[in-house]
């Protein structure tokens, strides 16, 4: 129950912020929609980004290990 009311106050707040920013007249429910709607679409889209950008270190990585991994090979072992 107190993660709900948790996210009831940070939508309220977000959706307050985001309706002053906007210069947008909304009643209090609305308000408290658009700002939990907002949180939960920047999470999702947040989490994308990393899950991405993660995925690209490891490929970099990957792709850099196996060039050391070369570079020792002809370096010591295709002799």
């Known amino acids: 129950m107190s993660l709900f009311l948790l996210i ?9 912020l985001a309706t ?4 947008v007249q909304t009643d209090v429910p609305t308000t408290i929609a658009l700002g939990m709607a907002g949180a939960a679409v920047s999470w999702f ?3 994308l980004i990393a899950k991405l950008a993660g995925s690209g270190l490891m490929f ?18 295709s002799r």
């Open 20 to 23: 002053r920013f906007m210069r």
């Open 45 to 47: 889209v947040l989490r």
């Open 60 to 77: 970099i990585g990957a792709v850099l290990g196996a060039m050391a991994l070369i570079w020792i090979w002809k370096t010591y072992i």
């Open 8 to 16: 009831l106050i940070v939508g309220a707040a977000a959706g307050f």
